[in-house]
């Protein structure tokens, strides 16, 4: 294996910008990787290498030519979650669907990554329209977690995460509306943050439930993850929902938090988020990620947010009925799958055989509970009670940063489990997102950072930390601390760790 | 406890434009009768009087500058269309047979 692909970004980074390695090469690298690995894993939903090694030339000789160059990420390759829109290559988001389908602008996120000289490799596999939790509800088939191929990488960002677990990339953009970002960060022994909701642009995001929708970045360190976040944060007129407001310092954070000193700040832990339902090896290694924080200086506080029992529920009430009323804009008519169109069927029965066909079953149920929740007679039960409990996470998340700086939990209450063992429990399914919902529903800042093997199964857990609204730095600086110590205590990161993948 | 029958996973079906099978209707009627048993205890806030929420950091008059930026050209709108005829979208008919 090259040691190209092992590197962290902010290493490969300043590598290429020194003019010891060509963005081309490191590329190439990866391009070679991904035709070695990803017949197995299956992160990669489409790779256009030609079109990275044209993008990495240019960082080549703009080092050469002795530009600054555009970023301090530039040149280094990143992987692209396949619901936000590239110009020049195909969006499905993992929905037959929208199958061959190109966008005809690029996502703000995009455009911001291609400005900043990264080099994308290609778009990721997900879960249809990014509704699972585990990447098998993508048309195109599951992606396979590196950690053990029969195991599935976490979702609705399963590709991105098996990417950077698979050192198929450095870097990857992932979006999270109710775990999707950091849910398969944990499985996948990787780092996934969700921002604040409106400080990266939804422009060119293929909704599902627009009020929680957020992309985020992907990465194998905390470091690197708080660089992409400076990338692609900020406001975006594009973006109705966008906050006007500077981006939070959070590689300061990042590098602030390196230093391994928490003293001084109050980390809460959420009592109604370690307990019942949880695997027995998830909890030990929280436990013992608590116990770090607190050698490394923090108090450790207990904070009860008794709503957060109610959030999950909510969340399976909101996300279908937004999802709903997005979902509609798949007519058939303007872009996208057609079927039946034979002359005898009228406008609504095509668009009716055309959903039928391009859908897979959880996006119809999803749909079809948005429907029944928004419908009249349900309305208040459903759809209105649960924006009342969306207020009650809001106001306990604002109680809990009153006694504490951060807030911490397990990221998932389980790690990995075998492709095929919750496929046909939506309900057992929709339980993975336990932890990571709350988060969404308030609209603040999370980020899930690898937190060792867990005991029973020897597969990644990750610990969580909240953060208020446009606070998001002071996650980063706990997350990077606690990664810190955490690799100088296990004699280094937990992703190399990772066995070695069988080479095609 | 609330329930969904098959006839009214039926009726939501056709609400959602979905041609949903037979088979489909037999799944679907036990699978999101579950989901809602799961999600209905957010019923217990609902007499409750709590102002709803969809905003971290709520907005208020969100107005962008009222300047010309460029649009999509008809040959980019009609590109991924499933039809196209003489510069437009072609449609199946949009009345029925007795209309």
């Known amino acids: 294996m090259s040691d190209l692909i092992r590197l962290p970004a902010a290493e490969l980074a300043a590598k290429i910008h020194a003019g010891e390695v060509s963005s081309v090469g490191a590329t190439q690298a990866h391009l070679d990787r991904i035709a070695a690995v990803d017949p197995a894993v299956h992160a990669f939903l489409h790779v256009d290498g030609e079109r990275a090694l044209q993008a990495a030339k240019a960082v080549d000789e703009a080092v050469a030519a002795g530009r600054t160059p555009a970023s301090p990420l530039a040149g280094v390759p990143i992987a692209v979650k396949d619901v936000l829109t590239t110009q020049g290559s195909p969006t499905t988001c993992g929905s037959k669907l929208l199958e061959g389908w190109h966008a005809p602008y690029d996502a703000t996120v995009t455009r911001k990554l291609l400005d900043a000289g990264l080099v994308i490799l290609g778009k990721t596999n997900m879960d249809e329209f990014a509704m699972g939790s585990s990447t098998e509800n993508s048309a195109y088939g599951p992606t396979r977690n590196p950690w053990d191929l029969d195991r599935i990488p976490g979702g609705s960002g399963g590709g991105s995460a098996a990417a950077l677990a698979a050192f198929e990339a450095p870097l990857a953009i992932g979006t999270d509306t109710g775990g999707s970002i950091r849910q398969p960060g944990a499985m996948t022994g990787t780092v996934g943050v969700k921002p604040t909701y409106g400080t990266v642009s939804r422009h060119g995001l293929v909704a599902y439930a627009s009020s929680f929708d957020q992309a985020g970045p992907c990465a194998r360190t905390v470091l690197d993850a708080a660089l992409l976040h400076e990338v692609i944060a900020g406001h975006d007129p594009m973006d109705s929902t966008s906050i006007d407001a500077p981006v939070p310092p959070v590689l300061a954070a990042a590098r602030q938090g390196a230093d391994g000193d928490l003293r001084g700040v109050k980390v809460g832990v959420v009592r109604e988020l370690v307990g019942e339902g949880h695997q027995p090896g998830v909890l030990a290694s929280f436990e013992a990620a608590v116990a770090q924080l607190r050698e490394l200086g923090a108090e450790v506080v207990e904070v009860s947010c008794p709503s957060f029992d109610l959030a999950l529920a909510a969340y399976y009430l909101i996300a279908p009925s937004e999802a709903s009323s997005n979902l509609a804009r798949f007519d058939a008519m303007r872009y996208g799958l057609r079927v039946g169109d034979d002359g005898s069927h009228s406008a609504e029965e095509v668009m009716s055989l055309t959903r039928e066909a391009g859908f897979g079953p959880e996006v119809k149920r999803r749909i079809m509970i948005g429907t029944y929740a928004l419908s009249a007679g349900y309305y208040d039960a459903y759809y209105g009670s649960a924006q009342k409990v969306r207020t009650l996470v809001a106001r306990e998340f604002d109680a809990a940063f009153a006694r504490a700086d951060v807030l911490v939990s397990p990221t998932s209450p389980v790690t990995a489990f075998r492709i095929g063992e919750r496929v046909d429990d939506p309900v057992a399914m929709y339980q993975v997102d336990l932890c990571t919902i709350p988060s969404n529903m308030a609209g603040n800042a999370a980020i899930s950072v690898p937190s060792g093997l867990s005991a029973d199964d020897g597969l990644p857990v990750g610990l969580q930390v909240f953060s208020p609204a446009l606070q998001d730095h002071r996650g980063y600086r706990v997350a990077a601390a606690y990664e810190a110590a955490r690799d100088a205590a296990q004699g280094g990161a937990l992703i190399h760790r990772v066995p070695e993948l069988e080479v095609v | ?99």
């Open chain 2, 1 to 99: 406890m609330p329930s969904i029958s098959r006839s009214e996973v039926e009726h939501l079906a056709r609400l959602a434009r979905l041609a949903v099978t037979e088979e489909e209707l037999d799944l679907f009627a036990g699978q999101l009768e579950k989901i809602v048993q799961a999600v209905a205890k957010v019923g217990q806030v609902a007499d409750q009087d709590i102002p709803p929420m969809s905003h971290a950091v709520p907005l208020t008059n969100v107005f962008r500058s009222d300047v010309v930026r460029p649009g999509l050209t008809p040959q980019q709108a009609l590109a991924a269309a499933p039809a196209a005829e003489d510069g437009r979208f072609r449609v199946p008919r949009i009345l029925g047979e007795e209309a």
